[in-house]
């Protein structure tokens, strides 16, 4: 480790020996850098095998979530896996592994030159994706958007979650039965620029002023979708406003935050608690009470019309202004033109009328 | 260890490449070289798709050219010992305020000339603060890395710009020239730009002895700070054309659509042969490096593997060849510790070494 000072004869002739010796190295290294590369190969081979001796005849359809491992999607994912064999579709989930735009388009251009049939996809970004779905339809691959769609050029369909004004009316309905026409009520969102909570509080608010003028939203807490935060928010509102009857939480941090501010200040059933949101992280406020009712469509089942959309569609049997049939998950009909009160834009499938998750029902759902 | 730190560099070390750490470089290219040779056969041959009468190969690049790009400037700033963390940013930024100038009337070619020189502008300023206080590029960058994001974030707002002009979505994106992608030939046209100006010019070889032995380089009259400077000008307008191209692929601007090519680009440099403390290596092993870690990941995802794989084998790949680099660098009796403590020493700026001025790039690649 010391200073090495050497004669510049001696420091010659020991340098070119150890470089000798490097040289050697090199080329081993070189070898093993193939070899390690040739492994790799071989193993990306074999993954190319098992996709090409699939049946010919199956249906090829991609999934194409936002990123892989997010449970809404691992249950749209389930759901496609169950019905995908009986309807002769080869199912491939793939997705990049952060939310990433660059990431799907990457994945887009490799399914084009695949020759898949059908792509689905939920995109991270309207935009980014477009051309090379372009690019995917040009070449006669059906391209089907779910739960968070490109600009309407760049698909054939795009399966809608559910519709803003059906999942709010549900929120209110239940609120107002709760509280009754003449309550003041709060809303807990995630942030103020989230697009779809933006979206159902403007159905919620139009909603209100038809049916129940006298339901009054005194403030909207965002709880930032972190847990934490939602808590102090709601725990803010219920100090702030006494007099609130009920609060609606609409973001899946949301409903955790403003259950567990309502029990732990003792309101519960005293407060109303009505959200959007899953019901299996929420169990516990169930059970003691403290949260009413939450909305939510069948993820699952999602899953499943997906992979239906997309035999239907490679067959070219869906059309704007349309009705079709998903099985047993019955009739649905394609949007022909854009609609603001329900947020469909063209070539819009409305999966489902919100699900109502209570104290009677929330022990069967298992997302 | 104390007086070890302070001896002088020079002592321990000689002040240019040596002819067979040299020689070890131009091994290192070939062996990429016949890697990308095996790498493009093994994918033709095994998976349906990935050639495609050739043309099909030649689209495959549009993907991974971005990175490339990038990897060209963050070379010359690596190659002097130095680092450029904003250059992902740096991209989205330059993207962004293209299509954002663009959306307020202003033709886009045009455009693309002013975001151009703010990327420019924007290396200046980095080269300055780092060169004028004396910090350590690593953190500046860091730094401005942060300032760019925010910046994009703010101009590109919720939605930004998207569908540009067909003219330019055909020539900074999507066109080809028979089955060559523009693309393809604006990085043909940078990597010969950059490799002459590192590899035949006065000013590359100053760039590799800063790297090698900022002492020395001091001491025989080259003018150093300026040289850095003009290193990160070079990396952020390089950065700045890839979000040019990047958004002209996409046909569409996203506040953060450069910011995950940083990772690969100084992957691609280090694959490439660039020491990673500076002061070594050749253009050509980034250009050809771009290709093997290119090809790589779009033929795992042609053969069907997930992204995953792809990273997975992308990292494997990376730290064998580091295992296998840093175990041929131990240069000048030297090691991987001599390295970082070469780095602290020059942070410390130790004033001159022992030993005259060396002739001025005579040996250097």
């Given amino acids: 480790m010391g200073p090495k000072t050497k004669t510049s004869t001696k420091g010659d002739r020991q340098m070119s020996g150890r470089f000798m010796r490097r040289g050697a190295l090199v080329r081993l290294t070189a070898l093993l850098a193939t070899g390690g590369l040739a492994a790799s190969m071989v193993a990306a081979a074999s993954g190319a095998s098992a996709t090409t001796s699939r049946a010919p005849a199956k249906i090829k359809v991609a999934i194409v979530p936002k990123l892989l491992g997010l449970p809404v999607f691992e249950a749209n994912v389930k759901g496609a896996e169950e019905v995908a064999p009986s309807l002769g579709i080869a199912l491939k989930y793939t997705a990049p592994a952060t939310a990433s735009a660059e990431g799907q388009v990457q994945i887009f251009n490799s399914l084009i030159l695949q020759h898949y049939n059908v792509i689905t996809l939920s995109a991270d970004d309207p935009t980014v994706p477009a051309p090379v779905l372009e690019k995917a339809m040009k070449a006669g691959i059906k391209v089907i958007s779910f739960d968070s769609d490109v600009i309407p050029a760049a698909r054939d369909f795009f399966i809608q979650d559910t519709a803003y004004n059906t999942i709010a009316q549900g929120v209110i309905n239940a609120t107002e039965k709760f509280t009754g026409p003449n309550a003041q009520i709060a809303i807990m969102s995630s942030t103020p620029d989230a697009t779809i909570q933006l979206a159902w509080i403007g159905a919620m608010k139009s909603y209100i002023k038809t049916k129940f003028p006298h339901l009054k939203i005194v403030t909207i807490g965002y709880g930032q979708s972190n847990q934490a935060t939602s808590l102090t928010q709601a725990e803010d509102i219920i100090h702030s406003y006494p007099s609130v009857k009920a609060i609606l939480?609409?973001?899946?941090?949301?409903?955790?935050?403003?259950?567990?501010?309502?029990?732990?200040?003792?309101?519960?059933?005293?407060?109303?608690?009505?959200?959007?949101?899953?019901?299996?992280?929420?169990?516990?406020?169930?059970?003691?009470?403290?949260?009413?009712?939450?909305?939510?469509?069948?993820?699952?089942?999602?899953?499943?019309?997906?992979?239906?959309?997309?035999?239907?569609?490679?067959?070219?049997?869906?059309?704007?202004?349309?009705?079709?049939?998903?099985g047993p998950l019955g009739t649905f009909t394609i949007a022909a033109k854009a609609n603001p009160v329900t947020g469909a834009t063209r070539n819009t499938i409305i999966f489902s009328k919100p699900l109502e998750f209570t104290k009677a029902n929330y022990k069967q759902y298992d997302f | 260890m104390a007086a070890l730190l302070s001896a002088p560099p020079a002592?321990?070390?000689?002040?240019?490449?040596t002819s067979s750490e040299r020689r070890r470089d131009r091994i290192w290219v070939m062996a990429l070289a016949v890697v990308l040779g095996v790498e493009i056969l093994y994918f033709s041959i095994a998976v349906s798709g990935f050639f495609g009468g050739g043309s099909g190969l030649l689209s495959l690049t549009e993907q991974f050219l971005d990175v490339g790009v990038i990897a060209l400037g963050e070379a010359a700033v690596i190659l002097a010992g130095e680092i450029d963390l904003s250059a992902g940013t740096m991209s989205s930024l330059s993207g962004i305020t293209m299509a954002v100038l663009w959306r307020q009337g202003m033709e886009i070619w045009v455009a693309v000339l002013v975001a151009l020189a703010i990327s420019g502008a924007i290396g200046l300023l980095n080269g300055l603060i780092i060169t004028v206080f004396k910090v350590d590029s690593l953190l500046v960058t860091l730094a401005?890395?942060?300032?760019?994001?925010?910046?994009?974030?703010?101009?590109?707002?919720?939605?930004?710009?998207?569908?540009?002009?067909?003219?330019?979505?055909?020539?900074?994106?999507?066109?080809?020239?028979?089955?060559?992608?523009?693309?393809?030939?604006?990085?043909?046209?940078?990597?010969?730009?950059?490799?002459?100006?590192?590899?035949?010019?006065?000013?590359?070889?100053?760039?590799?002895?800063?790297?090698?032995n900022r002492p020395a380089a001091r001491w025989s009259g080259i003018r150093v700070d300026r040289t850095v400077v003009g290193a990160f000008v070079a990396s952020a307008f390089m950065a700045g054309i890839s979000g040019i191209l990047v958004s002209g692929l996409y046909n569409a601007a996203r506040n953060d659509i450069g910011d995950s090519l940083l990772l690969p680009a100084i992957t691609v440099v280090v694959l490439g042969g660039v020491d990673i403390f500076g002061g070594r290596g050749r253009i050509s092993g980034v250009i050809i490096a771009t290709f093997v870690l290119g090809f790589l990941t779009e033929g795992m995802l042609v053969a069907g593997d997930s992204s995953l794989s792809a990273t997975m084998v992308t990292g494997i790949l990376l730290i064998v060849c580091l295992v296998f680099k840093i175990g041929l660098e131990r240069r000048g009796g030297s090691d991987v510790l001599g390295a970082v403590r070469r780095r602290a020493e020059r942070l410390r700026h130790l004033g001159p070494g022992a030993g005259a001025p060396p002739a001025v790039g005579d040996e250097l690649p």
Wanted: net charge positive; no cysteine.
């Fill in chain 1, 249 to 326: 939480p609409i973001d899946g941090a949301a409903v955790v935050g403003t259950a567990q501010a309502v029990q732990d200040l003792g309101d519960a059933g005293k407060i109303g608690v009505f959200g959007i949101g899953d019901p299996l992280p929420n169990q516990k406020y169930f059970a003691n009470g403290s949260l009413q009712a939450l909305f939510l469509w069948n993820e699952v089942n999602q899953g499943k019309l997906i992979m239906y959309v997309a035999k239907l569609a490679y067959e070219n049997k869906l059309h704007a202004g349309g009705t079709f049939t998903a």
């Fill in chain 2, 11 to 17: 002592q321990r070390r000689s002040r240019t490449a």
């Fill in chain 2, 144 to 212: 401005s890395q942060f300032i760019l994001g925010a910046v994009a974030t703010a101009l590109g707002g919720g939605s930004p710009p998207y569908g540009f002009p067909g003219s330019f979505v055909s020539i900074a994106g999507t066109g080809t020239v028979g089955p060559v992608p523009d693309q393809l030939i604006v990085f043909a046209v940078l990597a010969a730009g950059v490799a002459i100006a590192i590899g035949r010019t006065r000013m590359g070889r100053s760039l590799a002895l800063i790297g090698y």
